[in-house]
């Protein structure tokens, strides 16, 4: 069973940037496709980003497309999210998750139902 464990939350004005880790263990990591999630709250849990494993498909939410970039480096068993030109309507958790859809290909990535193992979430705040 994969276990994954977000870091590089906080607090930052907005404009800011903040890159988001997330760290898997117990588990291949190149046999998943990784992605980021957020959610607000009073919100729903959303799409944000999604990389195949081996970075070659990487979707973004049209939010954050432009904003945020999804990397991962294999041998570290880890991926980023990278987030430049923050707003406040990016607060959120973000939560990294984990599926064995590992080209990302035949399924919607952007649904929270596709992935099979989530981390615990780490928290983003943007202040205005």
């Known amino acids: 069973q994969v276990q994954l464990v977000e870091s590089g939350g906080g607090l930052v004005q907005a404009g800011g940037s903040l890159r988001l880790s997330c760290v898997a263990s117990?588990?291949?990591?190149?046999?998943?496709?990784m992605g980021w999630f957020r959610q607000a709250p009073g919100k729903e849990r959303e799409f944000v980003a999604a990389i195949s494993w081996s970075g070659a498909t990487t979707p973004y939410a049209d939010s954050v497309r432009g904003r945020f970039t999804i990397s991962r480096d294999n041998g570290m068993n880890t991926v980023y999210l990278q987030m430049t030109s923050l707003k406040p309507e990016d607060t959120a958790v973000y939560y990294c998750?984990?599926?064995?859809?590992?080209?990302?290909?035949?399924?919607?990535?952007?649904?929270?139902?596709?992935?099979?193992?989530w981390g615990q979430g780490t928290q983003v705040t943007v202040s205005s």
């Open positions: 998750a984990a599926t064995k859809y590992r080209t990302l290909k035949n399924i919607n990535s952007e649904s929270s139902g596709q992935y099979d193992y």
């Open positions: 117990a588990g291949t990591f190149t046999a998943y496709g």
